[in-house]
């Protein structure tokens, strides 16, 4: 009997347990995707550079309002943010196919 509790004790212990994640397959090139935007914080041009074609880029305000969108097929460019007001946003990027989306300061 005592061997039966201790077994239920056992598993009542290892269902409270929290679970773990298993962890993320390492993909080689996984960087070649990736897209790097600089300076953060930026003041009147922002750098985009990536080592494949960046496809599309759409800029968004704190709220959520879309204020610029352009389809490019480039790997590096600059974008002219000089109009933009001081504050957070928010840019949504395809490369390679994979949309990301980034956060940038304008200062």
Known sequence: MKLFSTFLFLMSFTLILPLRAQPEPIIENQSVDRLQLFPNPVGDILYLKSKVPIEKVSIYNIL???IFNKDMDVMN???????FVSGQYLIKATVNGKTDIYKFIKQ
């Open 64 to 66: 959520g309002q879309l």
């Open 77 to 83: 460019t600059q974008l002219d943010i000089s109009h």
